[in-house]
């Protein structure tokens, strides 16, 4: 039997530079974290071996201090050991990082830079496909057919996309590129798992393939909570157990609100928030689509603005909102005179069909802008 936590996608290092400054300091900070949140999920779930499936930096020239305080954070736990191997990211065509890395790594990692079987004890034997260059154009994990010792446990390990057969569905890659590896490549090679990476999203492709998905996330494109795969092995032909275990310390919240007229849209919007004391540690997208009344739109703009200083990053689009109004709303503005023939204006505008939709948006917006002047002023 062996036991082991399956990560991938690591990418530390990554810059976040859409972020202001302060918000990507936090970012790299929880990305740095990583490999002693590894450590401690392997120890308490019983797990002797780390296997790092690729993209354990996110770029080809990590600075010096990342990649010696990487090194120094593996070299904690003597009693772990790590299993490093190159993805796309930090492919082989790396040579100078994965050069540095082997003069000053720890004992207990072992890099693995060539498709060569590696035992791993408990009768297991790796087979890993490490990635030669950023594109290799073709299957690497072919390799994973290699003859093994009877009986062995053979854990597969590998970085790419999985290639679609069904042929209606896209192919399964992070960043769109060709996806080679076959979804049935561990039944071809017979392994007991194969642990893969690329995908930063956990996906169970079969009983015995998996994507474990980054550790951390690192965009809204996954829903899902960032997490590692602790994974037991029983024996060569046994199915293996796969436990998802959280690993992540920044949530990345994609909140899509639709709103309707007569709905409560401020309980709707904070209905999908996170407690207060969570805030701090949450991005959040906030979409909003539907249609809602004038005094509606300006209680849910005040209401974003009030929480968004909780969070560590905020983003409210609501553009896509339409607006609707009655005439109690252009009484609100004015009930006569010039900004009540204004609003009656745009109102009309906003409602022509003859116009075009960006006009009639034009005038929404200018109605709403109106409305919340009005009900601002004393
Ligand atoms: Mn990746």
Not at 12 to 36: D, H, Q, S, T
Request: hydrophobic residues 40%.
């Amino acid at each position: 039997m062996i036991r082991f936590l399956h990560s991938s996608d690591l990418h530390l290092g990554k810059p976040f530079g859409r972020f202001p400054e302060e918000v990507r300091g936090r970012l790299r900070e929880a990305r740095n974290g990583v490999i002693a949140r590894l450590a401690a999920t392997a120890r308490e779930g019983g797990a002797g071996v780390i296997l790092l499936a690729g993209d354990t930096f996110d770029a080809e020239t990590p600075t010096p201090s990342l990649v010696r305080q990487t090194l120094n954070a593996i070299a904690q736990d003597t009693g772990l050991r790590w299993v490093m191997m190159p993805g796309n990211h930090d492919s082989l065509a790396a040579s100078e990082l994965w050069r540095v890395i082997a003069k000053d790594k720890p004992d207990n990692l072992t890099l693995v830079l060539e498709s060569r079987p590696l035992e791993l004890g408990e009768g297991a034997v790796l087979l890993p496909a490490p990635c030669t260059a950023r594109n290799p154009g073709r299957d690497l994990t072919e390799a994973m057919g290699q003859a093994t010792p009877e009986g062995s446990i053979r854990i597969g390990l590998g970085h790419g996309g999985i290639k679609d057969f069904s042929g209606g569905e896209k192919s399964i890659s992070e960043d769109g590129s060709a996806a080679i590896i076959p979804p049935d490549r561990a039944e071809r090679s017979g392994l007991a798992y194969l642990a893969l990476g690329d995908w930063h999203g956990q996906i169970e492709v079969g009983k015995r393939t998996w994507f474990s998905g980054t550790p951390e996330r690192d965009s809204f494109k996954h829903k899902m909570q960032a997490s590692a795969n602790l994974v037991t092995v029983q024996g060569s032909n046994a199915l293996p157990d796969v436990k998802t275990v959280p690993t992540g310390v920044i949530q990345w919240l994609d909140l899509g609100l639709e709103l309707m007229p007569d709905g409560d849209c401020v309980g709707q919007f904070h209905q999908g928030l996170p407690e207060v004391s969570l805030r701090r540690d949450v991005l959040t997208r906030l979409r909003a689509e539907g249609r809602i009344g004038l005094a509606e739109k300006t209680a849910l703009v005040q209401a974003v603005a009030q929480v968004a200083p909780d969070f560590l990053w905020f983003d409210a689009d609501l553009d896509r909102l339409r607006l609707t109004h009655d005439t109690s709303d252009l009484d609100s503005v004015d009930t006569a005179g010039a900004l009540r023939m204004a609003a009656q204006s745009l109102a009309e505008r906003s409602d022509d069909a003859n116009l075009s939709a960006e006009d009639r948006e034009v005038a929404e917006n200018a109605l709403s802008m109106l409305f919340t002047f009005a009900s601002e002023s004393p």
